[in-house]
């Protein structure tokens, strides 16, 4: 057997340790949510469940109380759509035009301007959290779905300008000044030209911005009403809700239901992220 070989099977040992580690957990949640109650009891943690069980999972969609609630995850869940999806594509618009403006059409203190707003990825949202509630409720925003999207969209907006100005910044200029040559303006170059070049990092900007944001715990427990609570909110009320038997298959089909869309963000466009992070890493 030769080094090459020893070295890839010792390659392929490590990665599957790792995904061994990694895997774990969601196969635990999986198969606990799988389980009825005698099964959990009775059996050990990595046991296989007997049947395929869903009751568990149509407890914490819709009757599992969360508190004095017993709505399950569904309002929470919905609340989460309502508001991951306008902030995500707001938030990625206005970063593609902060990173558009300022890689291409700089101006005097520009880069003055771009190294505050990199603040604002380096600065912990826990410092933001008093001044934003003084916001919201000057806005009249408070405890509201609408409220949580301009959070998150300023949140956000730092990271996003990030990404799309360091892109931009490897497009050759000549294609911007022929444009400008042959009588197009600001808009026109943005969308007739840049756009066009912009679908890998534009991939990463979304599914960056759909994980931050639905996975978000801290604006939306801090942030949000009695009606406009997210998903991970609700999640938390319904495991910390207490009760004279635990129903851990229930907490489990809860935290499944929880992750289930940014899991399958990345199942189904984890290509695109990847190509999306080394798009312009060489240029030849």
Known sequence: MTAKTLSRIAVYAILLVAAFFFLAPLYVMLATSFKDAD??????LLSLPTSLNFESW????????????????????WNSVT??????????AWGAINGYVLSMWKFKGSEVLFGFMLFGVFMPFQVVLLPMSQVLGFLGLSSSVGGLILVHCLAGLAGTTLFFRNYYTAIPRELVNAARMDGAGFWRIFWRIVIPMSTPIL???????????????????????ADSKPITVGLNNMANTSSSVK?????????????????????????????GLTAGAVKG
Request: charged share 10%; net charge positive; glycine share 8%.
């Open 58 to 77: 149509q407890l914490a969609w819709s009757t599992a109380c969360t508190g004095v609630d017993c709505r399950g995850l569904k309002p929470y869940f």
């Open 247 to 275: 129903s851990y298959n229930v907490d489990m089909a809860a935290a499944v239901i929880a992750g289930l869309p940014t899991m399958l963000v990345y199942v189904l466009a984890g290509q695109y992220f990847v190509k």
């Open 203 to 225: 991939m990463v900007t979304l599914i960056w911005q759909f994980t931050n944001i639905w996975n978000d715990f801290l604006f939306g427990v801090a942030f949000s009403g």
């Open 39 to 44: 099964q959990i009891r009775a059996g050990n």
């Open 83 to 92: 508001m991951a999806v306008p902030a995500v594509l707001i938030s990625t």
